[in-house]
């Protein structure tokens, strides 16, 4: 009877170990075809261009007409709030006029102010009071111009390069254009209102991120105050000092935060409102922040009890730190995951060969992520030598994408032939319905044996019961 219990056991096994292959070879085999290419732009997170980024599109802001989060080191968009409307630039355009003049004038190059460029402005105009025939280098200018946003330094800058504003402003475009904006027109050099000038929350970024990445730019974007020393018309020198209130230490220390690294807000009550771009360091990450078109409210005296661009600037800085963290998420030699060979020895280890770092949210583990794998030319045949590329794979949070990249052999797989050894598997015929029939009639089969096995053991334990209790009896008597 033991042999019986042990044949029936065995046959149940056996039987149940003949179905689970049919799932393991498929699932090995047939690999989700997914589309590569654009996705991480269209459907995902990364580059500037991205229009899936991690926090979402909703607004978040109170009054932010648009806003624009991005990771530099990682190319992450973070967070996104109508970030290709159309919107005033107001005085952010300074930030293409800055550049253009670093990048054609040395810092200690002198220029004389003509009355051609100064007499030019609005009466009421932000000016450094820069008079007619000073000369001054293109430093204290450039300072004049991002510190404390003087339209006087603007015209003074076109005139100097462009001969005139209105070849200064080509020049613009054309560097926009270069840079990738899409969405931008300039029409003057300073920002002052017009209807024809605009730009947007992700083209703001473009120029932010492109102007950072010139040291003199970068240092005066960054600086809290500068003095211009005396000149053939002024006996005294002028201080300036930063309109940027994130900057630290500064008149308004509500706004100031160590983290952040440079910035040039605007304000015109007519049109553009109240915005900002600037940079912020910490916990790994280099970001760029665009806020357009807040609201400004005054009390009864005149003065901000709420600027718009400031106090927004402190929400999204919160927001961002306090919710995101760099993560690797592939590096060169990662075993990533086995694909089946067809007509090969075995099957082959995709690995990237690239670093892969991302922004996630503070939670987030890779677990959370998803990957997708798509195999070349829809299967893989042998023979496959090493570094040959074999799939590529996409991997998403949620909803946005963060990575597309290419994989490639850890080893050399050959034909099966070539080894002189069969390999033999089962398959699977989806199509023929005798094939699932068997399948379901071994799962039976299997579930009939374990019953059987597990009755034989329950009739062998009552016997064995009942013979104890025989054999105390006889021993009794």
Sequence with gaps: MKKKRMFALLLCICLLV?????????????????????VTVTNGCKTIEAMSPLGGTQRRLET??????????????????????????????KMLTALIAIEKVPLSEKITVSTREISQLPVGSITAKFKEGEVVTMEDVLHALILTSANDAALIIAGHIGGNEATFVEMMNQRARKIGCTNTQFTNCHGLDDINQHTTARDM????????????????FGTMSYEVPPTNRSEKPRQLASGNHLMYDLVITKYNDRRVTGGMPSY????????????AKDKGMDLVFVIMGANRTFNDNGNADYYGNFDEAQELLIYTFGGYKINQLLYPGMSLHQFKVNDGECSVVGTPDVSINAVLPEDAHMKNLIMKYSVVDGGIKAPIDKGEKVASVQLWYGASCMAEVDLFAMSEVRDQDETGVEIYGPTRDDSNIWGLLGIVLLILVGVFGAYLAYNSYRRAVARARRRKKRASRRRSR
């Design 268 to 279: 015109s009550s007519a049109m553009a409102g109240a915005s900002i771009a600037f940079t």
């Design 18 to 38: 003949q179905v689970f292959p049919v799932y393991g070879s498929a699932e090995e085999g047939e690999q989700e075809e997914v589309t590569t290419g654009n």
């Design 205 to 220: 970024a473009r120029i932010t991120n492109e102007a950072m990445k010139n040291e003199t730019f970068a240092k005066i």
């Design 64 to 93: 932010a007409q648009a806003a624009f989060v991005y990771e530099v080191s990682t190319d992450t968009v973070i967070y996104s709030y109508n970030p290709d409307l159309k919107l005033y630039p107001g005085s952010l355009s």
